[in-house]
């Protein structure tokens, strides 16, 4: 009775044992191993392109041009000169020589003895906005429109009205305050703010530092220029690294500063299975691996190191690699291969430049899935076994 009893055990082993190893793929895993991978890359219809990393690669997508984020902007010229407009608060001083109509006081110019002979007069006339018309008032001059001319312009203006009255007229005008020759300046971590632009133009990062400066790290920290009915997003890291990108502001722009810091994804056989921010302006690979508690020993296989990315047709072109029908905005799912079983795997690994939203991937070694399953078994036939020794006499 017990020899049968062990010798159903046995036989219920070895089943369960045949059919662990009929279904080894079943397995728990954290993905593809190296192999796999490459099987699937072989398979048609392809659904990516592999490309193994090589100094050629790098070089590659190192020479490759940077987007032009301010394409139809200006970049060299200066904004127009500025100009009074509806809204603006002014400011009018008239002079004239000597005695004059009675609206004016005397006063003494540095260098005059006598008011009365070799003196000057003036008025100031109170701070005022321009009206929806266009104009402000000056006494014995009425309504003088000044909306869409220069300071200077405004000047000779009012000094030809006086000209038949005021004895020599000089006129000095200002802007106090303007509205339309400003920027607006917003975002999360700075203080909303109406920027006056200066007469001989700001830049980008003048304006902003003018605001109160962002409070974020710059390499994390995005600029949302918005310019005559268009949007376009400026990377802080650009107008810091390349001032020819720090174009002049323009009347009526407007200038949001977002947080938007650059990760990567990690998973596989490393430390940590993350979303992991850059923490840097720039990152390579070998960087990146490192952020993420580098490959695991008992687990990792150092050949297989992939890292998938969505390149653009101009970068297709210069690896080489096949267009991919039906993808997003034409771009082409690739997985690049690293293998750090070779030394010169970690000099690759540093000069592999991470983009925004990498995914890296670490296969596990082909002997953890034998480990898996010999563990598998045990789990599984150790309380048959057991059963067995004790039935035994």
Same mark, same amino acid.
Request: aromatic share 6%; glycine share 10%.
């Given at each position: 009775?017990?020899?049968?009893?062990?010798?159903?055990?046995?036989?219920?082993?070895?089943?369960?044992?045949?059919?662990?190893?009929?279904?080894?793929?079943?397995?728990?895993?954290?993905?593809?191993?190296?192999?796999?991978?490459?099987?699937?890359?072989?398979?048609?219809?392809?659904?990516?392109?592999?490309?193994?990393?090589?100094?050629?690669?790098?070089?590659?997508?190192?020479?490759?041009?940077?987007?032009?984020?301010?394409?139809?902007?200006?970049?060299?010229?200066?904004?127009?000169?500025?100009?009074?407009?509806?809204?603006?608060?002014?400011?009018?001083?008239?002079?004239?020589?000597?005695?004059?109509?009675?609206?004016?006081?005397?006063?003494?110019?540095?260098?005059?003895?006598?008011?009365?002979?070799?003196?000057?007069?003036?008025?100031?006339?109170?701070?005022?906005?321009?009206?929806?018309?266009?104009?402000?008032?000056?006494?014995?001059?009425?309504?003088?429109?000044?909306?869409?001319?220069?300071?200077?312009?405004?000047?000779?203006?009012?000094?030809?009205?006086?000209?038949?009255?005021?004895?020599?007229?000089?006129?000095?005008?200002?802007?106090?305050?303007?509205?339309?020759?400003?920027?607006?300046?917003?975002?999360?971590?700075?203080?909303?703010?109406? %920027? #006056?632009?200066? &007469?001989?133009?700001?830049? !980008?990062?003048?304006? $902003? =530092?003018? /605001? +109160? @400066?962002?409070?974020?790290?710059?390499?994390?920290?995005?600029?949302?220029?918005?310019?005559?009915?268009?949007?376009?997003?400026?990377?802080?890291?650009?107008?810091?690294?390349?001032?020819?990108?720090?174009?002049?502001?323009?009347?009526?722009?407007?200038?949001?500063?977002?947080?938007?810091?650059?990760?990567?994804?990690?998973?596989?056989?490393?430390?940590?299975?993350?979303? %992991? #921010?850059?923490? &840097?302006?720039?990152?390579? !690979?070998?960087?990146? $691996? =490192?952020? /993420? +508690? @580098?490959?695991?020993?008992?687990?990792?296989?150092?050949?297989?190191?992939?890292?998938?990315?969505?390149?653009?047709?101009?970068?297709?072109?210069?690896?080489?690699?096949?267009?991919?029908?039906?993808?997003?905005?034409?771009?082409?799912?690739?997985?690049?291969?690293?293998?750090?079983?070779?030394?010169?795997?970690?000099?690759?690994?540093?000069?592999?430049?991470?983009?925004?939203?990498?995914?890296?991937?670490?296969?596990?070694?082909?002997?953890?899935?034998?480990?898996?399953?010999?563990?598998?078994?045990?789990?599984?036939?150790?309380?048959?076994?057991?059963?067995?020794?004790?039935?035994?006499?």
């Amino acid at each position: 009775m017990n020899s049968l009893l062990g010798m159903k055990s046995t036989a219920l082993a070895c089943c369960v044992a045949a059919t662990c190893l009929a279904g080894c793929s079943g397995l728990p895993t954290a993905g593809p191993t190296a192999s796999s991978v490459y099987d699937q890359a072989e398979k048609e219809p392809r659904r990516f392109d592999m490309v193994e990393i090589d100094p050629r690669v790098i070089s590659v997508l190192a020479s490759q041009p940077r987007t032009d984020l301010l394409d139809g902007l200006e970049r060299d010229g200066k904004p127009p000169r500025p100009t009074v407009a509806i809204g603006d608060m002014v400011a009018v001083s008239i002079w004239q020589a000597g005695s004059g109509p009675a609206f004016l006081t005397p006063v003494v110019i540095p260098g005059s003895t006598n008011p009365a002979t070799g003196g000057a007069q003036n008025v100031v006339i109170p701070d005022q906005v321009v009206a929806a018309d266009g104009a402000i008032s000056v006494p014995y001059a009425g309504r003088v429109r000044v909306a869409g001319l220069t300071p200077l312009q405004v000047q000779n203006t009012i000094e030809q009205r006086l000209a038949e009255q005021v004895i020599r007229p000089q006129a000095i005008f200002t802007v106090a305050k303007t509205v339309s020759n400003s920027v607006t300046v917003s975002g999360e971590d700075i203080g909303g703010e109406r %920027v #006056p632009l200066s &007469a001989g133009g700001d830049r !980008l990062l003048d304006v $902003i =530092a003018s /605001a +109160g @400066g962002s409070k974020s790290p710059f390499y994390d920290t995005s600029i949302l220029l918005s310019r005559n009915g268009r949007t376009t997003t400026i990377p802080m890291t650009t107008l810091v690294s390349d001032p020819h990108d720090n174009i002049y502001a323009w009347p009526g722009d407007v200038i949001t500063i977002e947080r938007t810091p650059k990760t990567f994804l990690v998973f596989g056989a490393t430390s940590t299975n993350n979303q %992991v #921010p850059f923490g &840097a302006p720039r990152l390579d !690979l070998a960087q990146a $691996i =490192a952020k /993420a +508690g @580098g490959l695991l020993d008992q687990r990792a296989d150092p050949e297989g190191v992939f890292l998938f990315r969505f390149e653009s047709p101009a970068v297709v072109n210069a690896l080489g690699v096949p267009h991919l029908a039906n993808q997003p905005a034409g771009e082409t799912p690739v997985l690049y291969h690293l293998n750090l079983r070779q030394v010169d795997g970690y000099f690759l690994a540093d000069g592999f430049p991470i983009k925004n939203n990498d995914l890296i991937y670490v296969a596990n070694a082909s002997l953890t899935q034998v480990q898996k399953f010999f563990a598998t078994i045990g789990a599984i036939t150790a309380p048959a076994l057991a059963g067995a020794g004790a039935a035994r006499p």
